[in-house]
């Protein structure tokens, strides 16, 4: 039997042209000369080198398993060296993502976003990775809820003898860094509770009932890890498909409906997540909308056959047009809740400081 083969999607924000809106194309080939020569060395199957918005993105083919050293050390070498062309071009919020200064064993932890899934390539292995920006690892909750959990959405959960007995989530609880796994559609009441609450609760994994891995994602939380607001996570999920994995369509249809995400300008509003092509992933407007793409592509001997851009089609114009009379809607709200985030969630901003500036003029209330 061939060696397994590990997919591996590295993100991170070190530059934005202009602003926080997109990457500057010399960043983009450092990147891809960088990989280019790992590859011909045999450090890397293959490689594809995108953005999202302001975020680059390493998709990465290798045989060295999930939580490699040397994989993640490249991918940490890689966004320093576009830093520093960031820095000499004084692009926006250069080295932003980059909150430790050395590297130490593992990027998890250290600022960049990380899904990574090793599998045994079958006949034909499609796999989509997503990929968004100016939003949060809780984007992905509801989208990947209708992939593998609701029938509405995934008619192979019926009609597909290999996916009727449904799916596992592993589901992380970032504010106690603990996780929790939920079998579907047994614990789906259970399961919902939980990710219905997207900023604390995070689907992180999903496995077949027969142990094969689905889906995985990035569920690095900034905040979390440097105390302050430093920017999105802007996260990534691989979702593989096909021949007892859902159809690609299956995997796209949540995405028809722009649901409102945490993000948005300052990371502090709420504001529809839309769907766009590659050429349209340049989030300009009050810093947003928050963007998705989709990248597909044919996993064959380890080679990355794509990507197609499956959100280049005009069946999803109407998500699009949705998601900017939804914008149209919040952004009406100024800085009022429901459109700027609960007090709570601006804890990681400005609010504490001027909680305590203000402190001495508050007057207890009979
Ligand atoms: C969102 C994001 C931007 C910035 C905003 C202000 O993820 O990064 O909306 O928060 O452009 O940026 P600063 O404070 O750097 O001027
Ligand atoms: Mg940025
Ligand atoms: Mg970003």
């Known amino acids: 039997m061939a060696d397994k083969i590990t997919l591996s999607v590295i993100k991170a924000d070190v530059g934005g042209l202009v602003g926080h809106t997109s990457v500057h194309p010399d960043m983009m080939e450092a990147a891809r000369q960088r990989l280019g020569k790992v590859k011909t060395k045999g450090g890397l199957s293959d490689f594809h080198v995108t953005r999202c918005g302001d975020d680059m993105e390493l998709i990465m083919t290798h045989?060295?398993?999930?939580?490699?050293?040397?994989?993640?050390?490249?991918?940490?070498?890689?966004?320093?060296?576009?830093?520093?062309?960031?820095?000499?071009?004084?692009?926006?919020?250069?080295?932003?993502?980059?909150l430790k200064d050395a590297f130490s064993g593992t990027i998890k932890g250290m600022g960049p976003g990380v899904a990574e899934i090793e599998f045994q390539e079958r006949k034909s292995d499609p796999v989509?990775?997503?990929?968004?920006?100016?939003?949060?690892?809780?984007?992905?909750?509801?989208?990947?809820?209708?992939?593998?959990?609701?029938?509405?959405?995934?008619?192979?959960?019926?009609?597909?003898?290999?996916?009727?007995?449904?799916?596992?989530?592993?589901?992380?609880?970032?504010?106690?860094?603990?996780?929790?796994e939920f079998s579907c559609p047994e614990?789906?009441?259970?399961?919902?509770?939980?990710?219905?609450?997207?900023?604390?609760?995070?689907?992180?994994?999903?496995?077949?009932?027969?142990?094969e891995i689905a889906a995985c994602a990035s569920t690095?939380?900034?905040?979390?890890?440097?105390?302050?607001?430093?920017?999105?996570?802007?996260?990534?999920?691989?979702?593989r498909c096909?021949?007892?994995?859902?159809?690609?369509g299956e995997a796209l249809e949540p995405f028809a409906f722009p649901h409102i995400v945490e993000g948005w300008m300052r990371g502090s509003h709420n504001g529809?997540?839309?769907?766009?092509?590659?050429?349209?992933?340049?989030?300009?407007?009050?810093?947003?909308?928050?963007?998705?793409?989709?990248?597909g592509?044919?996993?064959?001997?380890?080679?990355?056959?794509?990507?197609?851009?499956?959100?280049?089609?005009?069946?999803?114009?109407?998500?699009?047009?949705?998601?900017?009379?939804?914008?149209?809607?919040?952004?009406?709200h100024g800085p009022f809740e429901p459109h700027r985030l609960g007090l709570e969630d601006l804890e990681y901003t400005t609010m504490p400081k001027l909680?305590?500036?203000?402190?001495?003029?508050?007057?207890?209330?009979a």
Not at 160 to 168: I, K
Not at 193 to 202: K, L, S, T, V, W
Not at 242 to 248: C, D, E, W
């Open 63 to 98: 045989g060295e398993g999930p939580d490699n050293e040397k994989i993640h050390k490249l991918a940490w070498d890689l966004f320093v060296e576009c830093t520093e062309i960031a820095k000499s071009l004084k692009l926006y919020g250069a080295g932003q993502d980059l």
């Open 128 to 180: 989509i990775v997503f990929m968004a920006d100016k939003t949060s690892p809780g984007a992905w909750n509801l989208p990947l809820f209708q992939i593998f959990a609701n029938p509405f959405n995934t008619a192979g959960l019926i009609i597909d003898p290999t996916m009727h007995e449904g799916f596992r989530f592993k589901v992380v609880d970032v504010f106690e860094n603990r996780s929790i």
């Open 187 to 211: 614990d789906l009441y259970d399961l919902l509770m939980f990710i219905g609450a997207p900023r604390r609760f995070m689907i992180h994994e999903i496995y077949r009932k027969d142990g």
């Open 220 to 239: 690095q939380k900034l905040s979390l890890i440097a105390g302050k607001y430093v920017g999105k996570d802007d996260p990534v999920v691989i979702v």
């Open 242 to 248: 096909q021949s007892g994995f859902p159809a690609v």
């Open 272 to 295: 529809p997540l839309m769907p766009v092509s590659f050429e349209q992933a340049n989030p300009s407007r009050f810093d947003g909308p928050p963007r998705v793409i989709a990248a």
């Open 297 to 332: 592509f044919q996993v064959a001997d380890g080679q990355l056959v794509g990507p197609r851009d499956l959100f280049d089609d005009p069946a999803f114009d109407e998500a699009r047009k949705k998601a900017n009379e939804i914008a149209n809607y919040l952004r009406a």
């Open 355 to 365: 909680m305590d500036k203000l402190a001495a003029r508050f007057q207890r209330e």
